[in-house]
């Protein structure tokens, strides 16, 4: 066997020098196992994820079998030099949202963006044919049901009771609704096969990418943010389940979530796990990395889009892969995430005071590193913002006990501005959200992609509001928002009018019988709102009664005893006037 031949030896001096002519990419060559193990002792405490080991034989004399070689990163692969960064050229050219909207669209048909007819179609015949499979009799449910029944959710979310079992006792039992939600599915488990029930979501896959294409329909925003979204689940029946520390709710279901800085989602992907106790094969970027770059690959390439996203996704090697497609990226970073990037601890940066910073840049494809240091240090990578612009912001100090001024570099605000998304989106889910519980796991991820259906439908919505330059108290909320959705949903296309409700008189279902504090108080106001556009216009079931008479609706200078028993608003009926008809057709 030829001796190995040894690499070239330094002195203490040569080390020295080098290092403080700024030259993060000086090694050290050796012939040893044990000095190459003290070179990355601290590579050794990353993250197992993103970092692949290499073996070394023991003995040479010993009989060791070929094996393919692994991708490895080199170690001079990246060179961090203290200079000035170069910010390059990042103006967007990608397509912008439009704002040319010349009317808007009901709360329905903002839904239907998201949740289609041919999806409620699917889920309609799936939901009979798994009845039919399981009790030997089918629900014989409709469209008009289900869409009955996401209603109902929407205002149990709206009006929460104490328990889910109030809304199916013998006084407030709806029976469409109750019946179909027992049964409902989403695929015929006859026509599936071995290599597709793999798939630990095989039961809810059709919903969720016919949900996500519709989801990519959305244009993209041109500051997008990556984070994981926990979807709350504490039952023991779930192989997907996971456990997030510090979390709201640190058990459930996780999401990769890609959203736009309204919080508008773009993209997802559920998180399974491994498959029979085997992880899936990861490139070099690590699990963090490889969701990145799949959220990031449904973004067109070379329009300089940029990608925020928190320490647990960045390395290096993902901002090099992303430039690659025309994205640029900034996220907090773990020191030892960056190999060879040798910048001020955070004992140096604090000796010089709050708003200290130390820069670093990648020689071989431009990439920025900056440790600031406000309260405690805080690590930035990005491949298009830098330190400078220097900012100034306020922040209190405690020694003197005044606010003074501390300087913030520009990558700190950028990230700061662009990167709250995700949470965004999930402060929306977590308002009028009903804590549907069941037996079936995977119902829990659908009752979530309606509510988040809901969201990006009403983030549309006011969208177009600001195209039209509305006013603030014209634009609904969400909560009028999801009401109106959820009474389209009830109401359209349906015979059911609200003098043939089947809640009885002493339902807390019911508006007109609710329970007050006090027996002489006087009833509430009728809300002065008009029914949904969709219940309106759909020419179905609404029928004159006589009541009390009272200020017509449409003219508002006339009064009138003939009440639409659908849209439960009074209206002219007479030869002079016939306002029941231009209400409904106009």
């Not at 992880?279 to 990608?307: C, F, H, W």
């Not at 501005?417 to 308002?431: C, E, I, N, R, T």
């Not at 059911?496 to 106001?525: E, F, I």
Request: hydrophobic share 30%; aromatic share 8%.
């Amino acid at each position: 066997m030829p001796p190995v031949q040894k690499g070239h030896l330094f002195s203490v001096q040569d080390v020295i020098a080098a290092v403080q002519n700024g030259e993060s990419d000086f090694e050290m060559d050796s012939d040893d196992t044990d000095a190459s193990d003290s070179e990355n002792e601290d590579v050794g405490e990353m993250d197992k994820e993103n970092h692949q080991p290499t073996d070394c034989p023991a003995n040479d004399d010993a009989d060791v079998k070929p094996q393919p070689k692994k991708h490895t990163v080199p170690r001079d692969r990246f060179r961090w030099l203290k200079k000035e960064f170069i910010s390059p050229n990042t103006d967007f050219s990608g397509s912008e949202i439009t704002n040319d909207a010349t009317s808007l669209l009901t709360p329905l048909e903002y839904l239907q963006k998201f949740v289609t007819e041919d999806m409620i179609e699917t889920l309609t015949r799936n939901t009979n044919e798994y009845s039919l499979q399981k009790n030997g009799t089918s629900v014989n449910t409709n469209n008009k049901e289900i869409e009955k029944m996401l209603g109902m959710y929407l205002k149990m979310g709206l009006m929460q009771m104490s328990g889910v079992r109030m809304y199916w006792e013998t006084d407030t039992r709806y029976t469409p609704v109750s019946d179909v939600m027992t049964s409902l599915h989403f695929i015929n488990n006859l026509t599936v096969s071995e290599m597709e029930k793999k798939d630990k979501l095989w039961k809810l896959r059709p919903w969720l990418n016919s949900f996500r294409e519709r989801c990519l329909q959305v244009v993209p925003e041109e500051h997008n943010s990556v984070d994981e979204m926990m979807i709350p689940f504490e039952g023991r029946f779930s192989n997907i389940k996971q456990y997030m520390r510090g979390k709201p709710h640190p058990w459930g279901f996780k999401l990769w979530v890609r959203t736009g800085i309204s919080g508008m989602l773009c993209d997802f992907d559920v998180y399974q796990g491994s498959v029979d106790g085997i992880r899936q094969a990861k490139s070099e970027l690590g699990l963090s990395g490889d969701v990145v770059m799949k959220l990031a690959s449904t973004l067109p390439e070379g329009q300089n889009y940029k990608i925020y996203a928190d320490n647990y996704f960045t390395c290096v090697p993902l901002v090099v892969k992303l430039l690659e497609r025309g994205i640029h990226y900034v996220g907090t970073a773990r020191q030892v995430r960056l190999p060879n990037c040798n910048l001020e601890d955070e004992k140096s940066l604090k000796k010089k005071g709050r708003g200290s910073f130390d820069v670093r840049v990648e020689g071989n494809h431009n990439i920025c590193a900056v440790k600031w240091y406000d309260n405690r240090g805080v690590t930035l990578v990005s491949s298009f913002a830098g330190p400078e612009p220097v900012q100034k912001i306020q922040r209190w100090d405690k020694a003197t006990k005044t606010i003074i001024d501390v300087e913030r570099p520009y990558i700190v605000g950028t990230y700061n501005k662009h990167m709250g998304g995700v949470d965004l989106l999930d402060s929306f889910a977590a308002k009028y959200k009903f804590p549907m519980k069941s037996h079936r796991w995977y119902i829990y991820i659908f009752w979530h992609t309606i509510i988040l259906a809901v969201i990006n439908g009403w983030l549309l919505y006011k969208q177009d509001c600001k195209a039209l330059k509305m006013t603030k108290k014209e634009i609904l909320n969400r909560r009028r928002f999801q009401a109106q959705l959820a009474s389209s949903l009830i109401l359209v296309n349906t015979h059911n009018t609200s003098s043939g409700k089947t809640v009885t008189s002493g339902s807390p279902l019911d508006p007109q019988k609710r329970p007050s504090s006090s027996d002489v108080s006087p009833p509430a106001k009728r809300s002065s709102d008009h029914p949904p556009l969709d219940v309106r216009k759909d020419m179905i079931a609404h029928f004159p009664v006589k009541t009390k008479r009272g200020r017509c609706r449409h003219c508002n200078n006339g009064y009138t005893n003939t009440l639409c028993s659908k849209c439960n608003v009074r209206l002219c009926f007479s030869d002079e006037k016939n306002c029941l008809r231009d209400y409904h057709c106009k």
